[in-house]
């Protein structure tokens, strides 16, 4: 019965993993405490089940399988996925140390729309790097940061993203191979039930009554399913962001410029494009702006006298850090060489 319900229970915390640091209702919960306390639970929890999960398709769901070579292939594959979490795990994602922020602050210039110069981290008491995000989990500045993942226990940042998408592609790898050989192992047993008369829920019940082999294939395939459907969601998003030249941190905040252009609240000095600069203001609803000029910027505006207007169009905010879909890659899988 317990395995009936183990994918719920899946479901809801992977739905919380994903989505919690954004949303503000139970998600956000239930991600708070995981990530507060969890530590280290949640990779070894991962682990922990992965192993239990393999030890019983071992056991009871292999010796249903007809081909050799599938017997001989898949136990090779059982170390792949928890290879994965431990390379992630024990990962640095680029943290940003006192020895190396001088070398971080000269990998990306600030865009003045998302990342401002002058901008104390409170906690680390340096500048922030553009690109940058404080997390209070990793307790630290993190280079190039995506976002915390509860399943490495780590923020994924400029070192680390490598290890992120290991982990995605090699975890996906083992859903599609095993929905494949857990669907193959049920196919065979469900004409003779059909046979004999089984539909619908009846044609379940029966498969589970079968054997503890089906019974654990059917629970395993309907696993595979809904965490490889998760997965890929979870890929595709990344791949857009690829493909716009953000990270996860920076798409959150384009979205809020883009409410903030929308409700007509964003405001930018037209400078021309060889500065390659621009400065985005953001008038507050007293009609005052929410930061004033530094004195760079003063004197770019005095200089090129660039006029204040209203941001109306999505087109008119460009990203800096969008290279194409290539270069953004690259940039994301090759480390900075930075330490
Ligand atoms: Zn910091
Ligand atoms: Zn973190």
């Known amino acids: 019965m317990w395995l009936l319900v183990l994918p719920g229970v899946i479901l809801v915390v992977v739905y919380s993993i994903v989505y919690g640091s954004k949303s503000r209702g139970s998600g956000r919960f239930i991600w708070h405490y995981i990530s507060r306390y969890g530590g280290y639970l949640v990779p070894i929890g991962y682990i922990g089940l992965m192993g239990y999960f393999f030890y019983e398709f071992h056991r009871h769901c292999l010796p249903l399988l007809q081909s050799a070579t599938h017997r001989l292939w898949i136990p090779l594959n059982y170390p792949i996925p928890i290879v994965t979490i431990i390379w992630g795990v024990l990962s640095d994602p680029g943290l940003i140390t006192r020895a190396n922020h001088a070398k971080v602050m000269s990998v990306y210039p600030y865009d003045r729309i998302l990342f401002m110069p002058m901008n104390e981290c409170r906690t680390c008491h340096f500048e922030k790097p553009a690109r940058s995000r404080h997390c209070s989990t990793c307790n630290g500045c993190i280079a190039l940061a995506d976002h915390h993942c509860l399943f490495l226990n780590r923020c994924i940042g400029a070192n680390n993203y490598k290890q992120f998408m290991a982990f ?125 000029l530094n004195s760079q910027e003063q004197q770019l505006v005095s200089k090129y006298k660039a006029p204040l207007v209203q941001i109306t169009s999505h087109e008119s905010v460009h990203n800096i850090y969008d290279e194409g879909f290539r270069r953004n890659l690259k940039t994301r899988l090759c480390s900075p060489n930075w330490k």
């Open 168 to 292: 995605l592609f090699t975890t996906l790898y083992i859903f599609i191979y095993g929905g494949i050989v857990t669907s193959s192992i049920l196919l065979r047993l469900i004409p003779d039930l059909l046979e004999q008369g089984h539909r619908g829920r009846d044609l379940f019940r029966s498969i589970l009554r079968v054997g503890r082999g089906y019974r654990a294939a059917a629970c395993m395939l309907i696993l595979c399913v809904l965490l490889g459907i998760i997965n890929v969601v979870f890929i595709a998003a990344q791949v857009k962001y690829i493909y716009v030249g953000a990270t996860t941190n920076e798409v959150t905040k384009w979205e809020d410029v883009n409410e903030l252009m929308d409700e007509g609240k964003l405001y930018m000095y037209e400078l021309p494009a060889e500065t390659k600069q621009s400065i985005v203001l953001q008038r507050l609803s007293d009609g005052t702006w929410h930061r004033s």
